[in-house]
């Protein structure tokens, strides 16, 4: 059974409104797929389990992100973390793979399976063309998961990607979130989306109609924090639940990371996408996060307003761009989006056990929702 969103339950998160799905998957064509990979149970056998794990895969325009690139941009508060791929990415300005999430050390199998995905549906890769370097993200699942077996195998991308669809995205411990933990809580998979208008008469190119209205989604891989830190709609929560749950095995010391997938239909340019990963890190910084040593918030952001083909006979391309004094709006937005979608990761997760029976409990929402009711934070 679904647990119910963050926002059904009444807790506030600024003043823009959501999309029809309040997810990633808002924006026009991005699409989200996963695949769950739970196996074994009890004392920790390299290579046999247990297995708590999985992979998250984004596509900006479906199956079309080879030839028809979209702009790309991200930001890197703290590098304790990866995400391969992003190098060119800042380089370039474009983005022409998938983008997927795993744990750490699946990330060569996730890149090399995604390279051997594209590579049989554009056999010119490698050959007559450039090759290609895939965007993978990771967070460190070990305190659950058998991570030195490496159980991600090429089928696991395949189907994550191939069954990557629009509509409502899975949360909490499924993918790339199985084995994550969220301010030492269950965490994981988290999304939420803005519907932002924005003031001002709009360029008319003569193609299709113009509009001042534009969509924010976000989606995070979410695994970082201590329970003492955490803040939800302003409040200090941590140091009501810190302790009720002091004897709680935890991680010894304050590692995890987040990265942070922000998708828009604001046609913006690279630096543009830059500048708005930094305000997602603000809407890390909400939840309680000071970035950590250990901790790697990594921050992946593209837009689909603008298609970049990879074979024209012309040698120039027109787009279009939002100034940037109008790009307050999607700033707020994607703040506002960033925090949403981790305490909806924390929310949906499950109760988790995993290598040497380490458990991990569900975040303890009637708790969290009551307590903000009495301080007045939820009506």
């Given amino acids: 059974m679904l647990k119910p969103r963050a926002r059904a339950l009444g807790i506030p998160f600024g003043t823009y409104k959501p999309g029809r799905w309040n997810a990633l998957t808002d924006v026009p064509g991005v699409t989200v797929g996963h695949t769950t990979i739970v196996r074994g149970e009890g004392a920790l056998k390299v290579g046999k389990g247990p297995v708590r794990t999985g992979v998250t895969a984004i596509l900006p325009n479906g199956a079309k992100i080879y030839d028809e690139r979209v702009i790309g941009g991200g930001f890197v508060l703290n590098g304790a973390g990866e995400v391969s791929g992003l190098m060119q990415v800042f ?22 399976a995604t390279v051997a995905y594209l590579s049989e549906r554009h056999p010119e890769i490698g050959r007559t063309d450039d090759v290609v370097l895939p965007i993978v993200g990771e967070c460190d699942d070990s305190f659950l998961n058998d991570i030195v077996g490496r159980h991600v195998k090429p089928e696991h991308v395949v189907a994550a990607i191939e069954t990557a669809a629009t509509g409502p995205v899975a949360e909490g411990s499924v993918g790339a979130g199985t084995g994550m ?5 269950a965490g994981g998979i988290g999304t939420a989306s803005r519907r932002v208008t924005i003031e001002g008469e709009l360029l008319d190119t003569g193609t299709a109609a113009a509009t001042n209205r534009f969509t924010v989604g976000v989606l995070v891989l979410s695994n970082f924090g201590r329970v003492i830190d955490l803040r939800i709609a302003g409040f200090p929560l941590g140091a009501v639940l810190a302790p009720k749950y002091a004897g709680t095995l935890k991680r010894p010391v304050n ?27 603000l809407g890390i910084g909400r939840m309680g996060s ?8 990594i921050v992946v952001a593209f837009s689909t307003a603008n298609r970049v083909p990879r074979k024209t006979k012309r040698m120039t391309t027109r787009i279009e761009i939002l100034l940037d004094e109008r790009l307050d709006p999607l ?15 924390l929310f949906a997760a499950r109760d988790m056990k995993g290598v040497d029976d380490h458990f991990v409990p569900a975040a303890p929402v009637d708790d969290i929702v009551s307590e903000l009711k009495t301080r007045g934070f939820v009506k």
């Fill in 255 to 281: 590692v995890g990371s987040i990265i942070t997938v922000v998708a828009t239909d604001a046609p913006l340019l690279s630096h543009q996408l830059s500048r708005l990963s930094k305000r997602a890190a």
């Fill in 91 to 112: 380089e370039w300005g474009l983005i022409e793979t998938p983008i997927l999430l795993t744990n750490t050390y699946a990330v060569g199998q996730v890149a090399d």
């Fill in 181 to 185: 933990m969220t301010f030492e809580y």
């Fill in 290 to 297: 000071y970035g950590s040593h250990y901790s790697g918030e």
């Fill in 331 to 345: 700033y707020e937005a994607v703040i506002e989006a960033t925090e949403e979608a981790i305490v909806n990761a």
